[in-house]
């Protein structure tokens, strides 16, 4: 996990930081904040929740999925890039964590566009397709715990319309998936996941060596075979 793109050398950061980020006070709160966490780790990088949020802006994004929210700072930079009637529905297990997430949402005035689930994510994803939600959100952000990676790409693909973007984080994982003396099970479920990502037709892909690598997959409109009339 990195709360800063890695591979750069301090001098080089602090001037991309410098030139390009324009962080939210409340933003920035938040981070230094959750730098003094035990689990600060786990902060995605500013550059990278303004990226996201410039992404959801190009996409004209009204509804949007986070799996894994830790304490906000994901959720709250989609949140403000959002039009007043945008809705972030974001899914955690931990009260403790989203405690300070509420805090800086409530302190943005974005609270009521953050419908918070806390339940195990797979539950909230099903959840969200028995009623019927299939292919209404615009954009979805995963970022929790590895192993289930596929599980929530699988759900998030039926989640997102035709055309939604699926953002995922952690997929470059400080370069152990690069290391083949690497072979823990989180870093093997990123490889595998990885493997999958760079097959998969249903979508567009990227990866981009952003924080700890951002893969983008864009949902591929459905293809209609056309038959003309005789």
């Given amino acids: 996990m990195a709360n800063q793109t890695f591979g750069l050398d301090k001098q080089l950061y602090d001037y991309l930081k410098s030139v390009s980020l324009r962080e939210p006070e409340v933003l920035t709160q938040l981070r230094l904040e959750t730098a003094q966490h035990s689990m600060a780790r786990m902060q ?7 990226f996201m949020a410039l992404l959801v802006q190009l996409m004209g994004a009204k509804k949007t999925l986070e799996v894994g929210v830790f304490t906000g700072y994901s959720a709250l930079a989609v949140a403000l890039a959002l039009p007043p009637d945008g809705q972030v529905v974001a899914c955690d297990i931990s009260e403790k964590y989203t405690a300070i997430a509420r805090r800086y949402w409530q302190q943005a005035g974005v609270a009521d566009k953050i419908d918070l689930q806390i339940a195990p994510a797979l539950d909230t994803l099903d959840r969200l397709l028995e009623e019927g939600q299939a292919g209404t959100f615009d954009f979805a952000f995963i970022d929790a715990d590895k192993r ?6 699988e759900q998030a693909l039926k989640l ?8 995922v984080d952690n997929v470059l994982w400080s370069g152990r998936v690069a290391d083949p003396e ?16 760079s097959q998969d037709q249903r979508v567009t892909l990227s990866l981009v060596p952003i924080a700890d690598g951002l ?16």
């Fill in 160 to 167: 997102v319309r035709n055309g939604g973007l699926i953002a």
């Fill in 44 to 50: 995605i990088a500013p550059e990278q929740g303004q």
């Fill in 148 to 153: 289930n990676y596929e599980n929530y790409y």
């Fill in 215 to 230: 893969t983008l997959a864009l949902k591929k409109s459905e293809v209609r075979s056309m038959k003309s009339e005789v």
């Fill in 182 to 197: 690497v072979v823990d099970n989180k870093t093997e479920a990123i490889r595998a996941f990885n493997q999958k990502l």
